[in-house]
């Protein structure tokens, strides 16, 4: 994982070795648009922070590119106004959010396919019953349509305890 800085500021270097060292990732520095733009196409990066007085002389970066490639979380920090203390705790804060919305939209996945696959489950265990139910299934068939019914019979019972019990860490 690492960062982009975007700033034309005679310190965006040190600034960056700092922050570098203290969330302990590596930190890029573009001191224009054009590197910037460059520097996102060839590789992903965590967090693009800008620096507002860029901004302020164009149009905001993502904009003009159509937006920030991959999953980078934009930020948009005054430089001349923050110390490297807020920028760190501003990145910090980002990736704590991004980390929270990503677990709760595994949860939410997780829980969506856990529904269906219990919808289907149900499905099949209904209908394979129902066929056996009708008394005209030849044996062969019939013999069949037992094991669909224990087969799901059994995805039912296992899918019905909670994920956490399973040891499902997903969640």
Same mark, same amino acid.
């Given at each position: ?6 700033? #034309? ?16 990732? +590596?930190?890029?520095? $573009? ?8 520097? *996102? ?28 490639? #991959?999953?980078?979380?934009?930020? =948009?920090?005054?430089? &001349? ?7 760190? %705790?501003?990145?910090? &804060? $980002?990736? @704590?959010? %991004? ?7 595994? %949860?939410?996945? &997780?829980?969506?396919? +856990? &529904? ?5 489950? $149900?499905? *099949?265990?209904? @209908?394979?019953?129902? $066929? ?12 069949? *349509?037992?094991?669909?019914?224990? *087969?799901? #019979? ?9 994920? =956490? ?7």
């Amino acid at each position: 994982m690492s960062i982009l800085i975007v700033s #034309g500021i005679e310190g965006a270097r040190n600034c960056a070795a700092v922050v570098g060292t203290q969330l302990g990732m +590596e930190v890029d520095v $573009a001191e224009g648009r054009k590197a910037a733009l460059a520097a *996102l196409r060839r590789r992903e990066f965590v967090a693009v922070v800008v620096d507002e007085t860029m901004v302020e002389c164009d149009p905001p970066l993502p904009k003009r590119s159509g937006t920030i490639p #991959g999953l980078a979380i934009p930020l =948009q920090i005054n430089f &001349a106004l923050s110390g490297v203390a807020r920028l760190v %705790r501003e990145i910090r &804060a $980002a990736l @704590h959010r %991004r980390e929270r919305e990503q677990t709760l939209a595994r %949860r939410a996945a &997780a829980a969506a396919i +856990e &529904a269906e696959l219990k919808s289907t489950v $149900a499905g *099949l265990l209904l @209908h394979s019953q129902l $066929a056996l139910s009708g008394g005209e299934v030849p044996s062969s068939i019939a013999d069949r *349509l037992r094991v669909v019914a224990d *087969l799901a #019979g059994n995805l039912r019972q296992q899918l019905s305890v909670p994920l =956490q019990v399973r040891g499902d860490t997903a969640a």
